[in-house]
């Protein structure tokens, strides 16, 4: 397989606030709160979730592997966003994950101008032995997995109202 | 079922093109150009298709709509992007898309000030009766659609490079 290419990992996560922020400030709230149902996430509750990934687990897991090697990384909760968003606004978020993110990428350029080992092994508490350069890959893959959630939410609830038009509509039937 | 909220459709149409734009704007062309394999779309093929939608679509439609009742479309043509975008780089497309939207949507906004009627009917050539409501929570959803395809084209380019975290990306599952 190709080695991945970390300019594009680098342009890719540099985007994800801007388009999040494009996407959601100033929307409607029936809109920043809307779910797939049940247990589902509302864009509000993604962009919080995005928040604790900055925080909590991609820098933090990419210096666990360049400074110790094979090290064991802390589990990611993936609900801590419920507790930590209760109060704000959407555009609050945005600031906050904007701020992190920029922060979280200078923190990358200098990683990668002292030289990253693309090949450096950690170990993930589920599934072993990870590398920096797939961290880097699930990265980018996980800012646009939510990015295209925060769409397929939205788009939810207004495909309901699409009569016939639905069937073409491939997107109301993912379910990420 | 509840009736279409017209300033939701309004408030998600306004924010497409600067999402793209945020999204794709400087992005290296190994993205820009990235495809799910086969005859699968590029993000580029996409905004040349949302132009398309904005140039023959869209509002064409309402306006058979709402000027004759019931009148039957033109079919839509999924594939004019293909030699409409030649040589066109996808900033020049982001603009041409953002220029026509802003076009559209204010000829929208005429249409409701002077009242649209969201059961006005017109007929598809495919499957028949549909309602001037019904073409605008397509348009939306339609837009919503297009935007969660660029980002899981993207997301496919990096998620080869996952490896056991791919479990863990549901985004590289969907099918569109």
Do not use: C
């Amino acid at each position: 397989m190709s080695v991945i290419d970390v300019g594009a990992v680098l342009a890719t996560l540099e985007r994800t606030p801007a388009a999040l922020r494009a996407m959601l400030t100033g929307l409607p709230a029936e809109l920043v709160h809307a779910t797939e149902g049940g247990e589902s996430w509302s864009p509000f509750d993604i962009v919080g979730h995005l928040i604790h990934g900055e925080r909590t687990d991609w820098i933090p897991r990419l210096q666990i592997i360049l400074a110790e090697g094979r090290s064991e990384f802390e589990r990611f909760d993936r609900f801590a966003q419920f507790e930590a968003s209760q109060g704000n606004s959407v555009e609050g978020l945005l600031e906050e994950f904007e701020t992190l993110r920029a922060a979280n990428l200078a923190e990358l350029r200098e990683m990668l101008v002292e030289g990253i080992d693309l090949d450096a092994e950690g170990t993930h508490p589920e599934f072993g032995r990870v590398t920096t350069g797939e961290l880097l890959a699930t990265w980018a893959t996980h800012d646009l997995g939510h990015i295209a959630q925060v769409a397929r939410v939205m788009a939810k609830h207004f495909g309901k109202h699409a009569g016939p038009w639905a069937e073409y509509l491939p997107i109301l039937r993912d379910r990420g």
